[in-house]
């Protein structure tokens, strides 16, 4: 829809989201535009790209995600999801959007029933998609995780088409939570939808351990300039 | 007319449950045995505003539909009272 | 009427007529709830004030010190960061999951008052036994409270202790520290304006916490304190985020006067303590203040210890935005007084005034005790037994053991829980002397960290103190940060004895002395007292959070060995100190002697060096529980890289080993920069000898060694074995 | 004999609720009004063997007491089935 160069990011902000401004920085180091966007709001301002960020929102009360995902926002954010636009879940994010049916599966409590912040390997398994094009197929990205609910579930019709769709994108090397195919990012059926667990947004700086985050924030960027030159499609 | 609502919310069959396992494992260190099939889940209660127990169901089963499970993952019951 | 009820609240005889005195007359029984919050231990000092009073406080960087919510330190012109520690023992105690989180919560309103956005947090714990089931349950719930609430507010936890002596079994210490950035200004915490409305926002008023202050916090345990538990509360931290962007956008849009948290004591405490600060008083409509609970009697009200609420105070005029800004955030927030020019807090319920008191009464006008002291007799007893500082069957064997102690052992198993990563600040994580957070948006780093060492002070609460301020500013300078300030969390047993109080006042003796020479005033604390069950006291257990300055974040340095080839470079000359140690309790199973006796001026060049050798070292760590072979592991297993040590021939192997000789850290550089390195070190002072090289895939002592890969299991899994048997 | 145990487990009246208070402010955003008291806990379900329903619960109830149940600032339901 935009016709400026520069990719624009929009970052929901759920009352007790905690990891928004990560995003913000690390997407805007990238080159991006970014904005932050209020849950209340029931439009999107002009954005190409909708970020839901890791966090607690409204507690993670009930179940991760349960109450997020009526957030007035989230109809819009449906709305630019069916239109094809770009979504990215991290974490919290992944959560809400399993909840609101962008994604297919669940989030469960992780096998060990701990919290668990570390670091973890990422094999990608599908290069080809908005969000992973600048990885070679098969790279492993370090990127660190910080959740108790990762171990993603999904019933096993569902789970065969999306392993033949490539929908499975990153996997664990080493399974740290229980995830049905060692998954820690998926994408729905049209591939513009991705909700992983890792944090990319934490990996964009050797100062703090990795770059390798930046693969992943810097494909969907790729993804827009793209679309952006070639007329926006999406 | 007012409700109380109690609502169990339970993981479905064949979902592995983590944390009833670890309860089951922990079991005989305390000196029970013979204690198995743990499962643990949720319980909630309401109180809501009814025309009669068959209207209050249906709000609350719908209620939970939407939001109080997960239907990927859980089953619920609801009784009312 | 009011007969024996005062003590029952906690107040002394004595304490009463004071109250009357004051008053005229008879106080009110919510006059009396809230005397008995504001007077307990816990809010007044009364025992410890003549003490602290002694501490050096002041320095050119120092903003704010003690007294307020959090000291205030200045980073570099226009940026500062609050800093503060607060225990949180017995809450913990009778319910480790929610007393723990909500101690998190506690320190981070502290930090929030100063108008500090939150930025990282410190866990200090003790434990008893790990072997004893009930105390696994204990630490399961406090991490698990810690991780639960820190993580979900979004504040990393970035480090911390976690120690375990038997001292700690019925009363676990649970200390947390907090570090704050300003984000936009400074705020006081004054109810200044006659006329200025005062709002309460966050979560409602229950009944949870009632007596927490007089109660919990201050009264030792016995059998019945099982009874006491119905006044726990529980922790929201989803309400605390709110709070915390709530009040930040207050601050920023500039709408408030002035706020502060509702801690210990409740309602009760801001309203006597900002009007107290300003000279100015308060009207309290009892009936506006947003209860959760039915029937609740004035004085729950105003001593409840509902968790996650602020009072601000808020020109009339601002009052409808003030709530608007709650609002959007989803907080309750209604106006339930006014600021007056009376000088008094006065509660009013149904147009009936119930409270009509001095603010400075309650809030600075409490007793102050000069509770006898005197040295106990067993110290000369305990310091006259054998130290255990005999050699070890087998050197390697000992080693190991050591490495794998639950004290020694990573804690990965507790911080793999904590989100420590969030915000982007963190340069160097736990695992590390200390934290190195670069504050948001900038180059700046601060390194903070907690110590001490109970053991050193169960033998002689001077030095152990003085050993605790080093160790905490040597952790800091190893990073190549300056140190600059202290907070402290003095935990000890009952002040009313006087050889408790002898501890304490030579703990606080120590530490002044210590912050004295290292330039590194003290900007503010706590103090627990009454950790004793049924008569037996905690080792007296001053925990020290010291906070350093780092201009450029990416110049931190690792505690890691980096590369093979390097130069291992010993800082400090090692003596025969096993006293208390490590391997004396571990190995030999004796706690005697004295510990080390800290030479604080070789201390200073120490910390010198440390801080000007920064840009030369690739990595610098201190020997400390379990010596220089601990040190040396420690540093190999986190960088993964091996290292051959000649130790020093003039010494028996297992002193040059396991001695926890204090000011020493452990340095290495390339071969190339060595020289450089020596150079620094003899300008300051401090002694410095090349020991070794990094590099293969062992640990090469003179007498033994040890494939990387056996050390790092002992090291990894030390803790875990303890910990795994039935954790639930 | 194989008994089937239900707990239901529910913080103490008194202790505050923050998953109920939550849950509960959400609802009118959902388009349902009239619900209120919310309050969340947890339900387990068991099997275990015993002499009879009475050793059951007894079996049980001492279950929770150590286990199942933080008595602290939960109370707890057993039935026997
Ligand atoms: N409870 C805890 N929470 C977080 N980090 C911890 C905890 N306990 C220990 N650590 C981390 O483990 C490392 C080793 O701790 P410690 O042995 O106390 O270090 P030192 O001897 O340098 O003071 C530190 O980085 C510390 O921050
Ligand atoms: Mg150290």
Redo the contacts between chains.
């Keep these: 829809m935009t016709s400026l160069a520069t990719p624009r990011v929009g970052v929901v902000l759920f009352p007790g989201s905690n990891c928004e401004q990560d995003c913000v920085r690390s997407f805007r180091a990238l080159g991006a535009e970014t904005e932050m966007i209020w849950h209340g709001e029931k439009s999107l301002p002009d954005v190409d790209l909708v970020v839901l960020p890791g966090g607690f929102a409204h507690g993670d009360y ?2 991760t995600g ?2 997020a995902r ?1 957030s007035p926002i989230m109809t819009a954010v449906e709305e630019h999801a069916a239109g094809g636009g770009l979504v990215l879940g991290i974490c919290n994010g992944f959560q809400i959007l ?2 609101a049916g962008l994604l297919p ?2 989030l ?6 701990k919290f668990i912040c570390a670091w973890a390997e990422l094999r990608v398994e599908n290069a080809d998609t908005a969000f992973t094009r600048r990885a070679q197929p098969g790279q492993v990205l370090k990127v660190p995780i910080n959740h108790f609910e990762g171990n993603w ?3 096993d019709e569902t789970r065969e088409r999306m392993v033949a769709n490539g929908q499975i994108v990153l996997r664990y090397t080493a399974n740290p939570n ?1 995830s049905l195919e060692d998954a820690a990012g998926i994408t729905n059926d049209g591939g513009n939808v991705l909700g992983m667990m890792p944090h990319p947004e934490r990996a964009c700086e050797a100062l703090l351990g990795s770059e390798d985050g930046a693969v992943i924030l810097g494909s969907v960027l790729d993804t827009l300039g793209l679309s952006s030159a070639t007329s926006g499609v999406r | 007319m007012r409700f109380t609502a109690e609502v ?4 479905k069959d064949g ?2 449950d ?3 396992q ?2 089951e494992r ?2 005989p ?2 000196g ?19 025309e009669d127990a068959d209207d209050a169901r249906a ?1 609350v089963e719908d ?1 939970c539909d ?3 499970a ?1 239907t ?2 859980e089953s619920f019951e609801v009784e009312i009272s | 009427m009011i007969s024996t009820l005062h003590r029952e609240l906690g107040l002394t005889d004595g304490e009463l007529e004071q109250i009357v005195d004051r008053l005229g007359r008879e106080p009110t029984h919510t006059e009396l709830a809230m005397f008995s919050v504001m007077w307990s231990e816990h809010c007044s000092y009364k025992s410890s004030r003549n003490h602290l009073k002694n501490l050096p406080t002041e320095g050119d960087r120092i903003l704010v010190g003690p007294g307020e919510g959090a000291g205030i330190i200045e980073v570099v012109p226009g940026v500062a960061v609050a800093w503060k520690i607060e225990s949180h023992n017995h809450p913990s105690f009778v319910e480790p999951f929610n007393g723990a989180a909500t101690g998190i919560g506690g320190i981070v309103r502290d930090i929030l008052s100063m108008g500090a956005r939150p930025i990282a947090l410190l866990d200090s714990l003790r434990f008893g036994s790990p072997d004893d089931p009930k105390t696994r349950l204990l630490i399961d719930g406090v991490v698990h409270g810690i991780s639960s609430y820190g993580n979900s507010i979004g504040v990393p936890t970035v480090g911390g202790e976690m120690v375990f002596e038997d001292c700690y079994a019925e009363n676990p210490l649970v200390n947390v520290a907090c570090l704050g950035v300003i984000e936009h200004k400074q705020m006081n915490g004054r109810g200044e304006g006659d006329g200025n409305a005062a709002i309460l926002f966050g979560s409602s008023t229950g009944r949870d916490g009632i007596g927490g202050a007089s109660v919990l916090a201050s009264a030792e345990f016995d059998e019945d304190s099982l009874d006491k538990r119905p006044s726990v509360q529980v922790g929201d931290p989803f309400t605390e985020k709110l709070l915390i962007e709530a009040s930040l956008e207050l601050i920023r849009s500039d709408l408030v006067v002035g706020f502060q948290d509702l801690g210990a004591g409740g309602i009760s405490c801001p309203t006597c303590e900002m009007t107290s600060k300003a000279g100015t008083g308060i009207d309290v409509e009892l009936e506006s203040i947003h209860l959760r609970e039915p029937g609740m009697e004035p004085f729950e009200v105003m001593i409840s210890e509902s968790q996650e609420r602020m009072l601000a105070v808020v020109e009339p005029s601002r009052v409808d935005e003030v709530i608007a800004v709650c609002s959007k955030w989803g907080l309750e927030a209604r106006v339930i007084g006014r600021i007056t020019d009376s000088g008094n807090v006065r509660v009013l319920s149904d147009g009936e005034v119930i409270v009509d008191v001095p603010a400075a009464a309650l809030a600075e006008e409490g007793p102050v005790y000069d509770r006898p002291y005197e040295r106990p007799s067993w110290i000369d007893e305990v310091q006259a037994s054998a130290p255990g500082v005999e050699a070890p069957g087998d050197l390697k064997t000992a080693f190991l053991e050591l490495l794998g102690s639950p004290r020694i052992a990573s804690k990965r198993w507790a911080w793999s829980q904590y989100d420590h990563m969030i915000f982007l600040g963190t340069i160097e994580g736990p695992g590390s002397d200390a934290a190195v957070i670069r504050l948001p948006g900038r180059d700046e780093a601060v390194a903070i960290t907690t110590d001490g060492n109970g053991r050193y002070c169960y033998l002689d609460p001077y030095e152990g103190a003085r050993l605790a301020v080093a160790e905490a500013a040597r952790n800091v300078a190893c990073t190549g940060a300056r140190p600059v300030a202290v907070t402290n969390c003095l935990n000890f047993g009952n002040p009313e004895k006087p050889g408790v109080m002898w501890q304490f006042a030579e703990a606080v003796r120590g530490i002044g002395d210590a912050c004295a020479v290292l330039g590194t005033p003290v900007t503010g604390g706590n103090v627990s007292f009454y950790n004793e069950t049924n008569g037996r006291a905690i080792y007296p257990t001053p925990v020290i959070g010291t906070l350093g300055i780092l201009d450029d974040a990416s110049a931190a340095v690792p505690m890691s060995f980096t590369s093979d080839g390097d130069d291992v470079i010993l800082l400090g000359t090692t003596g025969v100190d096993l006293g208390g140690s490590e391997f004396a309790t571990v190995i030999n199973d004796s706690v005697g002697g004295s510990p080390p006796t800290l030479d604080i001026d070789a201390e200073r060049a120490l910390i010198e060096t440390l801080v000007e050798l920064a840009p030369l070292v690739t990595s610098a760590h201190d020997p400390s529980d379990g010596g220089l072979a601990v040190s040396i592991a420690e540093s190999a297993v986190a960088g993964g890289v091996g290292v051959r040590i000649d130790e020093d021939a003039d010494l028996e192997p297992h002193v040059a080993l396991f001695s926890e000789t204090p000011s020493r850290a452990v340095v290495t550089c390339t071969p190339a920069s060595t020289e450089a390195v020596v150079q620094v070190a003899r300008k300051h002072g401090t002694p410095a000898r090349r020991i070794g090289s990094t590099g293969g895939d062992k640990l090469i002592f003179a007498t033994f060694e040890v494939a990387l890969c056996d050390a790092r299991e002992r090291y990894e899994t030390g803790l875990t074995k303890r910990l795994s ?2 954790m ?1």
């Design positions: 009930l179940r349960a109450l009526f399993c909840e599966g669940a469960r409590k992780n096998v060990g029933l579930y999904v019933d229980g | 169990k919310v339970m993981l979902i592995s983590p944390q009833g670890t309860i922990a079991l260190a305390l029970y045995t013979g204690v198995g099939e743990v499962r643990v889940g949720k319980r909630i209660e309401l109180k809501l505003d009814a709000k209620l939407r939001l109080l997960n990927v993952i | 048997a039935t639930a």
